[in-house]
């Protein structure tokens, strides 16, 4: 089974600073899946960003990046010029690619960072 | 599209008490999912149904029961309810074959059990 740990409860940035929440996992495979979403205090769960692990290249929307390390089951999120609106408890979570009888390739949590952003 | 909602947003039970919590999806998706949010502890999986007709325990289901009703409906049980499971609970969809994109959330309803 896979597991995914988030060893910073909370982070706190100063508005248009940077800051890296950061996520490592364990698993046996070598393809997958791994995600950030954040979840506002609406409750409402939103993919931010995603990574392949078959791709070397981090990705990038917008503000938001990954360093993504294989190697080092590593996964962070780095948000450039951080605003109000991105104080948030963040969430990363891994999917297999491997489809068996049964399975629904569910997502695994961490357990979240949540960001406080600092005006 | 409404995507996946889930209903009712709040509920207060009393220990003992039953209730179903109810979730629906218009995106056609073949997997729904039911997760529990509580603090420190990330979104743990409860049932899953990776298709119409089938369903799956998954991390932490004891107390609970699931019936998936049809394609777009994947309801949540609690039969007799108790404090520990006053949580965040949401429920999910996904295309069955697709693993990059994710999952489509419903808002999550917070219940409390006094």
């Known amino acids: 089974a896979q597991t995914v740990t988030q060893s910073q409860p909370e982070m706190s940035v100063q508005e248009a600073e940077t800051v890296t929440l950061s996520c490592t996992y364990d698993?046996?495979?070598?393809?997958?899946?791994l995600f950030w979403y954040k979840q506002p205090p609406s409750r409402q769960m939103i993919l931010v960003i995603r990574?392949?692990?078959?791709?070397?290249q981090n990705a990038t929307e917008n503000r938001f990046s990954v360093n993504f390390q294989k190697a080092a089951k590593s996964f962070s999120l780095k948000i450039s010029d951080s605003q109000l609106g991105d104080a948030a408890m963040y969430f990363c979570?891994?999917?297999?690619?491997?489809?068996?009888?049964?399975?629904?390739?569910?997502?695994?949590f961490g357990s979240g960072t949540q960001l406080t952003v600092l005006p | 599209n409404a995507g996946v909602t889930q209903t009712p947003k709040f509920q207060v039970l009393k220990t003992g008490q039953s209730m179903t919590l109810q979730c629906a999806q218009d995106?056609?998706?073949?997997?729904m999912y039911w997760y529990r949010q509580d603090p420190g502890m990330g979104l743990r999986l409860i049932y899953y149904?990776?298709?119409?007709?089938?369903?799956d325990k998954g991390e932490v289901p004891n107390g609970y029961n699931v019936s998936r009703l049809n394609k777009r409906e994947f309801s949540l049980r609690l039969e007799s309810a108790a404090p520990s499971q006053t949580s965040v609970y949401f429920c999910?969809?996904?295309?069955?074959?697709?693993?990059?994109?994710?999952?489509?959330f419903g808002s999550g309803t917070r219940l409390t059990v006094v």
């Open positions: 979570a891994y999917r297999s690619v491997l489809f068996s009888s049964g399975s629904a390739r569910q997502l695994t």
């Open positions: 698993t046996s495979e070598s393809d997958y899946y």
């Open positions: 990574q392949e692990a078959y791709k070397q």
């Open positions: 999910a969809s996904s295309e069955q074959t697709g693993a990059y994109y994710g999952y489509t």
């Open positions: 995106m056609n998706h073949n997997s």
């Open positions: 149904s990776a298709s119409e007709g089938t369903t």
